[in-house]
T-cell receptor, first 109, second 119 residues
Framework: DAKTTQPPSMDCAEGRAANLPCNHS???????VYWYRQIHSQGPQYIIH???NNETNEMASLIITEDRKSSTLILPHATLRDTAVYYC??????????FGAGTQVVVTP | GAVVSQHPSWVICKSGTSVKIECRSL??????MFWYRQFPKQSLMLMAT?????????EQGVEKDKFLINHASLTLSTLTVTSAHPEDSSFYIC???????????????FGPGTRLLVL
């Protein structure tokens, strides 16, 4: 499964959009991009996933570049409750999730 | 989204005892569940893959005789930490694989985790 690179930390102002980047330059054609987040002392929470096309749901938007070597998770209006570690995972069907260090996002008032 | 529960949410035990952790998918059936471990300030580490009706497969370095996994039904997997020692103290998290037919791919839904403290 492809490895991912994420910045270790990001700060975001409450009410503003948070754009979380992820590099996955070795992604292969059948691998999906997943985003999860983990609020302190809880299990990871599914946010969104995609293969090639951009995706949007009630939580976030996922923008995948045309060459699929990077992606951006967008939280449109960050709230204090969005403070968490965000994980970008690239994996094929039936593959195993490998969690990296993720990005610690701190939303400030 | 789909819901996965874990029980207990936290447990304190004496060294040498065994501890069983349950993982349940509440509103979907899961032929495959996963067990992870997370030490403080570290990321999740996959321990094993639990398949309903068959033996679990363990990641390299994980002792299968120490971490017994049973996946007897499509909604329940259990992890038993046998003869627990203080170094087994950790946050144990399970997940259940949910197959998406509409958009492709699959999703893992995670339980809330079980914090184990071995004295």
């Amino acid at each position: 499964d492809a490895k991912t690179t994420q910045p270790p930390s990001m700060d975001c102002a409450e009410g503003r959009a948070a754009n979380l980047p992820c590099n996955h330059s070795t992604i292969s054609g059948n691998e999906y991009v997943y985003w999860y987040r983990q609020i302190h002392s809880q299990g990871p929470q599914y946010i969104i996933h995609g293969l090639k096309n951009n995706e949007t749901n009630e939580m976030a938007s996922l923008i995948i570049t045309e060459d699929r070597k990077s992606s951006t998770l967008i939280l449109p209006h960050a709230t204090l409750r969005d403070t968490a570690v965000y994980y970008c995972i690239v994996v094929g069907s039936w593959g195993k999730f490998q969690f990296g260090a993720g990005t610690q996002v701190v939303v400030t008032p | 989204g789909a819901v996965v529960s874990q029980h207990p949410s936290w447990v304190i035990c004496k060294s040498g005892t065994s501890v069983k952790i349950e993982c349940r998918s509440l509103d979907f059936q899961a032929t495959t569940m996963f067990w992870y471990r997370q030490f403080p300030k570290q990321s999740l580490m996959l321990m094993a893959t639990s398949n309903e009706g068959s033996k679990a497969t363990y990641e390299q370095g994980v002792e299968k005789d120490k971490f017994l996994i049973n996946h007897a039904s499509l909604t329940l997997s259990t992890l038993t930490v046998t003869s627990a020692h203080p170094e087994d103290s950790s946050f144990y998290i399970c997940s259940a694989r949910f197959l998406r037919t509409s958009r492709g791919g699959e999703t893992q839904y995670f339980g809330p985790g079980t914090r184990l403290l071995v004295l």
